[in-house]
Every structure is written in structure tokens, then in C-alpha cells.
């Protein structure tokens, strides 16, 4: 189970362009002492933080615009090494990249509660 002193406090942003997947993300983090701040897509987010104040991201892989995958790279490129996590409702040939680009875990839709909070308990960890 995941530990309580790993997640109070700890802020977590997830990019997710499903509003429903966005808000039963928001609901199980924060029931488990996350803060949760989430965002519509990768330019809403880019508008409010670059990610380094977070102890995880959390992206869709595919959304319209710029995609996790392309978000997560821009970061990396930018220096901003905060612990990623990609999720996935297709398994295609982007999960070698994604893994490249640095992600900690790819996931695909709908993770289980247990993966979803694991791996971030994980990422939280680790930064």
C-alpha cells in the first residue's frame, strides 16, 4: 500500500484531455494525500508551470495539439527532469520513444488504482 509520508503534500500534474479520466485522476490522488493540479492539454499546462515544483507528471499520450509524448520531450529539453508517467489507451510503436524521452512508466488505459498510485509513489521516491 502506498505509503502516507510518500504522498501528503506532494503535487502531482496530470495532462489529460478526457474531463471524466482528469477528474477520477484528481479523485484518487487526492483521496491518498496528493495535491492534484491537472490541465485540459500540454498548452495549458506550459501556460501555468513547466513541472519542476511537481514530484510527478502524469500525461495522455495521444491528445489533440501537443501530445504527452512531444510534452515530455520539450521538458527534457528544457532541463526539467521531474518523473513522468505516460498513459495510453492504443499500444503503439511511441513506447520505445516514450522511454526514451525519460518516462518512469507507460501505462495503458484504465490503469488499475494500485499501478497508477505505485508507480507515482515511485516517482515521488525518486525526486
Not at 79 to 85: D, F, R
Request: proline share 2%.
Amino acid at each position: 500500500m502506498l505509503s502516507v509520508a510518500v504522498s501528503v503534500g506532494r503535487l502531482v500534474c496530470v495532462v489529460e484531455d478526457d474531463a471524466d479520466v482528469r477528474a477520477s485522476a484528481r479523485l484518487l490522488l487526492e483521496s491518498t494525500g496528493y495535491r492534484v493540479a491537472d490541465f485540459a492539454n500540454a498548452e495549458a499546462f506550459l501556460r501555468a508551470t513547466d513541472g519542476r515544483d511537481a514530484a510527478c507528471l502524469v500525461f495522455d499520450l495521444h491528445m489533440g495539439g501537443m501530445t504527452g509524448l512531444e510534452l515530455l520531450e520539450n521538458l527534457r529539453s528544457a532541463g526539467v527532469q521531474t518523473p513522468a508517467i505516460i498513459v495510453t489507451a492504443s499500444a503503439d510503436d511511441l513506447e520505445a520513444r516514450c522511454t526514451r524521452a525519460g518516462t518512469l512508466a507507460v501505462l495503458r488505459k484504465p490503469p488499475s488504482a494500485s499501478d497508477m498510485l505505485g508507480w507515482i509513489a515511485r516517482a515521488c521516491s525518486s525526486h
